[in-house]
């Protein structure tokens, strides 16, 4: 199955689908290795797609092809063409049943797609081209049927489940039993699942606004089943949500959540019965992190809202994949923010763009929200899709206003139940709810790459009037060398010399979101009686980089005064940007490394002021990531980074580590666990503060760290005190926290992947060493994504000092790692590549290495169609 050089294909050669397939009955009868799938279809010619019978086409991969008959009489091989991917049927009725049976090996199935064994249980993972691993299918999200499904297993799985409701059940010959599900909404292939287990379940209930009753049932291992229950919660929270804020109502009577260990991803989204990755459903206060309660509540989100924006509604081909992930996204990140601490939630998510989105599209893998091209769909699950789809979804919002939205919202839905539409249909049904015209918006869909503003300003004395002036480009990305102007809502406000907001009409409306359509426009604020400060861009409006030549002291102003949360943490950043280009500038010309007083006092008053939430403060108090500075740096010189950001870590922990100490203390009280917003940023604040502390190493520090990592009744202290002990600490201190933390949670999955993790992570000089150790350790397993994702993906993502050491062993050790990868699960080798195919990016040593170990992948051999995409393209 692995071909040198996939092919590529294009948005501009979808055509509608010849055939299809109303309804879809499987048999499944579970072996570890053969596993028999029986299919029968319901099969017509479409009637949108032209005259005569042409020959019909299943995706297969995979597979042995068993037999194959229609309406009752099998086919002989003549009637029939093998191809690589799938089969080819001659047809000559337009309407038929087609009985298909097939073989597959679900143990050996290391890819984790189509139907795969996770620790003794049989689970599917359909999206986005996993069903035609399970059987010879049209295999296209634009193909919607009624699925029946039985499965028969022996009765050491007692557990059996798939899509919509249980229709009957009963014992078969042997020791096995079955049981028949029926999904009564039309859906593609993708959102089909299957779970087979010994499992245990939690349930509760939920009553719709219109009072039906739905059962909610999450199923996990018998070890796992005291750490459903946040999850649940999150889901009855999520379902009341979606019905006060869309007006959309779950259909079913029962709704399942099923852990699973192995998984490529993070949930999946199937009708009626999601499967979960389990370290994105599985919490308790002694296991989880506050970082890892509030992601599964948004993952429980985002798979139950997409019942409405996925699955009602489906997508017609996988470029529109930003319909769905996009929109979806844009839902559990509102419900996030009315969940939680509305404010923190935009800080991270624009934390998460700006560092990797902005890196996406500024590589090799560049493309726009809806792409016009590929060879594997299953590496376009990217940031751009995901979050600059949502961002493009907020910014309709922000531009229709929430009602007009809401409008749109619903007449998307009221258009299109039941149908698989594109990216254009939602644009649509928004512009026609609203009347507001989207046509240059539409840009977003289509142009890939950040665009950047740079905005001035005159202020003329003598009349009172400001003028803006914004000018607009986009930087060329692959295939698409010219931009043109994009439609951009920037929100704004101005400030006085006090700090007050300036009304910017004669309504005394203090924010406007101006809409920036051309690439130079100037903007006219009247009535002034001096020159203000603009607070731009605010609430990040705009997926774009915005330039205005602030000065420090004006960015401390901002940074103190500004009424825009996120403004104010904006200006934080923007402060430390500055000092830390400062310091890489002196770092490279081997000058003195020097920390402006104005940003220490800075963040001293921060720490001290008491108006201030903790939320807020530890979020101020937040030094850009190493890998957030490279990607603000035009040149990446990784030494240099390294270099300046330690600098103004340890000179901040220094200058203020009586402050520190103090806020510390202050927080570091005993009390019972709560996840409250309240309490999330204190423990947050708190552990800041702690990483201060123990950046100066001294042994005062470190004792605090010590006594935390010992005490702790909750995994978010104990973790954060055991990644400073990790980093910082003597290496005596350093093991012997290790060692016991492995002894007290190795039965723990989740755990164990944190603390694999924190080891990887860790910017100990020669850390490469450790995580040449950990792939040897029992806990490490290549076929297991989490680990994977804990150990290469944390040293290559998340360990920018060590990773990019000059000498080159960590891409080497990436290429490696990647190579043996690919033969076991393409996807995820995929995946973990991407550091060093944004080799361009950086200056001249590192970037030829880098380069070097790309070579080495690609020269190894056959690679899987998933990873000769990414290599290739970054390659060229
Ligand atoms: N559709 C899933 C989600 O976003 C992601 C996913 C894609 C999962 C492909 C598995 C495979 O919710
Ligand atoms: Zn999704």
């Known amino acids: 199955m692995r071909h040198a050089k996939p092919s590529t294909i294009y948005l501009k050669d979808y055509r509608a689908p010849d ?45 042995i092809l068993l037999s ?9 091989p003549e009637h029939y063409e ?8 001659s047809v000559d009725k337009p309407e038929f049943f087609l009985d298909i049976q097939t073989c597959i090996n679900p143990e050996d199935n290391t890819t984790l797609e189509g139907l795969y064994l996770s620790n003794g249980m049989y689970c599917t993972q359909c999206e986005a081209e996993g069903f035609r691993r399970i059987t010879f299918y049209p295999d296209r999200p634009d193909i919607m049927s009624k699925f029946t499904t039985t499965i028969v297993a022996p009765k050491e799985y007692p557990v059996l489940l798939s899509n919509g409701n ?68 999150s889901l009855k929270n999520a379902m009341r949500w979606d019905e006060a804020v869309y007006g959309r109502e779950y259909d079913l009577d029962i709704f399942m959540i099923v852990a699973v260990d192995h998984f490529n991803m993070g949930a999946m989204e199937n009708k009626g019965l999601n499967i979960f990755n389990s370290a994105c459903v599985l919490a308790s206060p002694e296991t989880a992190t506050d970082a890892t309660f509030q992601r599964i509540e948004s993952i429980v989100g985002h798979e139950y809202f997409h019942n409405w924006s996925g699955n009602r509604v489906t997508c017609r081909d996988w470029f529109q994949l930003s319909l769905k992930e996009g929109f979806t996204v844009f839902r559990d990140a509102e419900f996030s923010a009315d969940m939680n601490s509305r404010a923190v939630k935009r800080i991270e998510d624009v934390s998460l763009l700006r560092t990797n989105q902005f890196a996406e599209d500024a590589g090799p893998m560049a493309h726009p929200v809806r792409p016009d091209s590929y060879m594997e769909i299953s590496n376009f699950y990217t940031l751009t899709v995901y979050e600059k789809g949502a961002e493009v979804v907020r910014m309709i919002h922000t531009l229709l206003g929430p009602r007009g939205f809401r409008k749109g919202s619903d007449l998307y839905f009221e258009r299109h139940d039941g149908c698989a539409v594109t990216c254009e249909d939602f644009v649509r049904a928004m512009e026609d709810a609203s009347q507001i015209d989207l046509v240059q918006f539409r840009r ?7 665009p950047q503003l740079t905005v001035t300003d005159y202020f003329d004395e003598t009349l009172g009037t400001y003028v803006l002036t914004v000018r607009q480009s986009c930087p060329p990305t692959p295939g698409q060398r010219e931009k043109r102007p994009f439609h951009i809502p920037l929100k704004l406000g101005l400030l006085d010399k006090n700090g007050n907001e300036l009304v910017l009409d004669g309504q005394g409306t203090t924010q406007c979101v101006l809409e920036i359509t051309e690439a130079e426009q100037s903007f006219e604020f009247t009535e002034l009686s001096e020159k203000p400060l603009p607070s731009l861009l605010r609430d990040f409006s705009a997926p774009v980089k915005i330039d205005y030549p602030y000065s420090i002291d004006q960015l401390l102003f901002l940074m103190s005064n500004d009424s825009d949360t996120f403004n104010r943490w904006d200006a934080s ?78 000179t901040l922990a220094e200058a203020l580590f009586g402050e520190f100490r103090a806020q510390y203390t202050a927080l570091n009280v005993r009390k019972s666990f709560s996840l409250s917003a309240k309490d999330i940023a204190e423990r947050k604040l708190k552990n800041t503060c702690l990483l201060y502390l123990c950046a100066t190493e001294t042994a005062d520090a470190l004792a605090l760290a010590q006594e935390q990592f ?22 005596k ?11 007290c949670w190795k039965e723990d999955a989740q755990v164990v992947e944190l603390w694999l993790g924190q080891q990887s992570r860790s910017s100990r000089r020669g850390n490469l060493s450790a995580v040449e150790k950990l792939i040897q350790h029992p806990a490490f397993d290549l076929k297991n994504p989490n680990r994977v994702r804990a150990v290469i993906g944390g040293f290559a993502k998340g360990n920018f000092s060590q990773f990019h050491r000059s000498d080159g062993s960590g891409f080497e050790f990436l290429a490696d790692q990647v190579i043996t990868l690919d033969k076991l699960n393409p996807q995820i080798a995929a995946q973990q590549v991407i550091p060093i195919t944004r080799w361009k990016r950086y200056t001249g040593d590192l970037a030829r290495k880098m380069k070097i170990a790309l070579k080495k992948i690609m020269d190894s051999g056959d690679l899987s169609g998933d990873l000769y995409e990414v290599v290739s393209k970054s390659l060229n």
């Not at 201190?733 to 002894?743: G, K, L, P, R, T």
């Open 733 to 743: 201190q350093a093991i012997a926290a290790i060692e016991q933390f492995y002894q």
């Open 444 to 450: 977003w869909y289509s142009q890939a790459g950040t």
């Open 166 to 233: 249980e229709i009957s059940r009963g014992p078969c010959e042997g020791d096995h039993h079955y049981v028949t599900w029926e999904d009564p909404f039309s859906k593609p292939a993708y959102l089909f699942a299957l779970v087979a287990g010994n499992l245990q379940y939690l349930e509760d209930c939920f009553i719709t606004a219109s009072g039906r009753k739905v059962k909610l049932q999450l199923f996990t291992e018998e070890k796992n089943i005291n750490k459903g229950d946040h999850a649940l919660r």
């Open 82 to 89: 093998k191809m690589p991917q799938g089969i080819l049927v």
């Open 573 to 650: 950043q923007r402060l430390a940007f500055l000092a830390l280009s400062d310091l890489q500038q002196a770092y490279r010309t081997g000058g003195v490394l020097q920390l402006q007083p104005e940003l220490i006092a800075a963040y001293r008053s921060v720490l001290l002021n008491r108006d201030l939430e903790p939320a807020l403060v530890a979020e101020l108090l937040q030094l850009p990531s190493e890998q957030s500075i490279a990607e603000a740096s035009v040149h990446i010189d990784a030494e240099a980074i390294v270099a300046a950001r330690e600098f103004a870590l340890q």
């Open 710 to 731: 010992d005490t702790a009744n909750n995994m978010t202290d104990k973790a954060a005190a055991l990644s400073v002990l990790i980093n910082h600490a003597g290496d």
């Open 19 to 63: 055939y299809l397939v109303d309804n879809t009955h499987l048999h499944f009868e579970l072996k570890p290795k053969a596993t028999l799938v029986k299919s029968r279809l319901k099969i017509r010619r479409n009637p949108a797609a032209g005259e005569g019978l042409p020959p019909l086409f299943l995706d297969g991969v995979d597979l």
């Open 68 to 76: 194959i008959a229609i309406d009752g009489a099998l086919l002989s």
